[in-house]
T-cell receptor
């Protein structure tokens, strides 16, 4: 079945450091890919998304590129801030008329120190 | 813009009691999803409804049931509660009618604590 694998955390960085959180997926067809963020004590917020190969999703300085050849959707940010401390979930969903649910990775906790 | 509304936000129950969570999807969204997130865990898919019919089923225990009503709101009913049911329960909605990326929109979650 479809699945998402994320690098395990926690990840601790200093402010202004470069961030990469790896995400790979297994899916039939052409899924849509997402990064969701969950701040402490809060719900899930969509951070960015991509629907087809070579699409780049970006938001708030975060970027991820849909790489079909490597089945990856790694999250990157050039300079993290303390306010970026949160849990990041990579997820996929089969689209194209499907009613499929989102399948999440295990999540990666990011802590950014001042 | 209207978002997914969940109630109650917090709920405390005793073992073996029952609990009902409610979800009001974004207007004109036709699909509702329920997820359970245990402490430090990723969200686990429980069940979904499309146009008031169950569309998919995940790891929902037999003690749980859910339905979607004519106004598209959904309720998750949990009976014979166990300590392990303590979790954050998310509802999400989406639309098959609108062109987009297949994004699911999540509510803030209902935190259930079973004592």
């Amino acid at each position: 079945g479809d699945s998402v694998t994320q690098m395990e955390g926690p990840v601790t960085l200093s402010e202004e450091a470069f961030l990469t959180i790896n995400c790979t997926y297994t899916a039939t067809g052409y899924p849509s890919l997402f990064w969701y963020v969950q701040y402490p004590g809060e719900g899930l917020q969509l951070l960015l998304k991509a629907t087809k190969a070579d699409d780049k999703g970006s938001n708030k300085g975060f970027e991820a590129t849909y790489r079909k050849e490597t089945t990856s959707f790694h999250l990157e940010k050039g300079s993290v801030q303390v306010s970026d401390s949160a849990v990041y979930f990579c997820a996929l969903r089969r689209y194209g008329g499907s009613q499929g649910n989102l399948i999440f990775g295990k999540g990666t906790k990011l802590s950014v120190k001042p | 813009a209207a978002g997914v509304i969940q109630s109650p936000r917090h709920l405390i129950k005793e073992k073996r009691e029952t609990a009902t969570l409610k979800c009001y999807p974004i207007p004109r969204h036709d699909t509702v999803y329920w997820y359970q997130q245990g402490p430090g865990q990723d969200p686990q898919f429980l069940i979904s409804f499309y146009e008031k019919m169950q569309s998919d089923k995940g790891s929902i225990p037999d003690r749980f049931s859910a339905q979607q009503f004519s106004d598209y709101h959904s309720e998750l009913n949990m009976s014979s509660l166990e300590l392990g049911d303590s979790a954050l329960y998310f509802c999400a909605s989406s639309s098959t009618r609108e062109k987009g990326t297949g994004e699911l929109f999540f509510g803030e979650g209902s935190r259930l604590t079973v004592l």
